[in-house]
């Protein structure tokens, strides 16, 4: 290989005519001899390439595997434990509702929504998630009607707050008993296990 044709800049209007000067320059050259596996295709942004760059590798005939940059924090496990923590300092209304929006808290969509009503109705904060007492409180706002399975509304709303705050309750227990990093890990893995994740 001459050393001249190590490094070329070529500029395109669009992704689409660069992806394919791409992969039609890579399928010309493994026809002069060299191999698939001498190339590798490097972005800086590839999500303004996501379909387009495969696309174009697949009209070339080129196989080829892609691996895409993810931000950590966008796992759902890390976004679990995250906020988990994030509500063991205080409770508030946004780090609960933070919580049970994780699809792994094990609390469905529905419910999230309905629980995230309800909070924000009430203005409920800190020590009202904590409290152990029955939420009561009318669904439907400051109002001395109550619909017909309002008090089934409540029960249900109720049973969502319990299975939320519950195990993180036992988590703030164990969590701030913990006085090395081992017995940290130890209470954020009997968490992790108490909400069957």
């Known amino acids: 290989m001459h ?56 009209t070339a005939g080129i196989p080829s595997f892609t691996s895409y940059r993810r931000d950590v924090q966008e796992l759902e496990a890390v976004k679990l434990i995250y906020t988990a923590y994030a509500v063991l300092r205080g409770f508030s209304r946004g780090d609960v509702i933070s919580y049970a929006k994780c699809a792994l808290s094990g609390v469905s969509r529905e419910e999230c929504d309905e629980l995230e009503m309800y909070v924000n109705k009430w203005q409920i904060n800190g020590r009202r998630f904590t409290d152990g007492e029955l939420w009561n409180m009318n669904p439907a706002g400051y109002t001395t009607h109550r619909d017909e399975g309002t008090d089934e509304k409540l029960l249900r709303i109720d049973g969502i707050r319990r299975r939320v705050i519950s195990p993180l309750l036992a988590f703030a227990t164990s969590s701030a008993a913990a006085g090395t990093v081992r017995e940290q890990a130890e209470a954020l893995l009997s968490f992790l296990l108490s909400i069957n994740m």
């Open 3 to 58: 050393f001249s044709n190590i490094l070329r800049i070529f500029e395109a209007k669009t992704p689409y005519e660069e992806c394919a000067f791409v992969c039609e320059d890579i399928r010309r050259r493994v026809m002069e001899g060299d191999s698939y596996s001498d190339f590798a295709i490097v972005s800086r942004q590839a999500e303004s390439y996501l379909g387009i760059l495969d696309c174009a590798l697949d």
